[in-house]
């Protein structure tokens, strides 16, 4: 049999431990009951498509032998040599940043108080 190939639109590959997200049951996303990979998908690609149409394709993986307590462990595919602890209820879009994801969307700039009369 021959070996074949399919094209996918994937721009960014996320690996995310399985047994982690397991343990921490939710902890990501606004009300915190998503699990990481649900919450990247949904709030950092949103009208994206589905599985190989996605732009974005975050999948689960077995352990990476770290297992941090109340986190989960990601990786970005394209730079592997970087773990990510991703701590329950981290902010989604530090998450994009570390990981190197470009969603196409700029961050708003935070405002900071100078000084105050």
């Known amino acids: 049999m021959a ?20 343990k921490l049951d939710g902890g990501f996303g606004p009300d915190g009951d ?19 149409k996605a732009e974005l394709a975050v999948i689960q993986t077995g352990c990476f032998d770290i297992c941090p ?9 394209a730079e592997p040599k970087q773990l990510l602890i991703v701590p329950a209820g981290a902010d989604l879009f530090e998450v994009k940043a570390r990981l190197g994801l470009d969603d196409g969307r700029r961050l708003k700039p935070t405002l900071t108080v100078v000084g105050e009369d």
């Open 69 to 77: 307590k109340n986190a989960v462990v990601a990786v970005n595919a």
């Open 3 to 22: 070996i074949k190939t399919t094209k996918t639109k994937w721009k960014d590959v996320v690996l995310v431990c399985k047994k982690c997200q397991k």
């Open 34 to 52: 998503k699990s990481l990979k649900k919450a990247l998908k949904k709030y950092l690609r949103p009208g994206d498509g589905k599985g190989r």
